[in-house]
């Protein structure tokens, strides 16, 4: 599984960044105004910290034509080439748009998946990635990571080519269990990426090792 920041906080990436081997950024509408600043800023932003990353900018429109004319218009304005996902909602205008961008040439994420069928027929529309929303299941006494078991189940059965985008974490429970059950990828917050790394017997070892070594290394 790979792993992908789901933010727009820009102090927040830059320290993720310089350690954490990520494959890139997602955002959404939520984000950036949990992030206090407008698209083209937050994006330019994001593009100078992740480089030749990927990164996955959200239409606002909904109505297709709309959409499609959105995602063009910030992949030619954030000059982000093979780099840039459109993040296509599921909705009747959003597969619409899918299969147009697709047919443009533009890499497409479909995103807001609550059901295993969604997923499929956004595969079946061009997505290169499905994004179901883990949390959000479970907190409708639903079973995200059944979901997201079923999908990835349907991209090797039917060999699709759709990866896996497994998001909306709350624990790092969750994001274990999306990459047991083979999810591809996975976009997670700033906190969750840092507690994936974090274990109190890591730096009880370490710092026992440096106590240890202290008089030692004489090299
Ligand atoms: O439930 P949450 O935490 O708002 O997450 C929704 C998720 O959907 C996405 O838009 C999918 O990429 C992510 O950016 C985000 O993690």
Known sequence: MIYLADTADIEALKKLYSFFPLEGVTTNPTILKQSGLK???AIAEVINIVGKGMIHVQVLSNRAEEMVAEAKKYKEYFDLGNNYYAKIPVSVEGYKAMQIL???GINVTATAIFTQQQALVASRAGADFVAPYVSRLDNISSHGIEVVADIVTNTVEF???TRVL???FKTVDQIHRVSMVGAHSA??????LMQLVAHPMTDISITQFEVDGKDLYDI
Do not use: E, N, V
């Open 102 to 104: 697709k047919d443009a």
């Open 166 to 168: 497994a998001a909306s």
């Open 159 to 161: 060999d699709l080519p």
């Open 39 to 41: 698209l083209s800023k």
């Open 187 to 192: 976009t997670i917050g700033p906190d969750l």
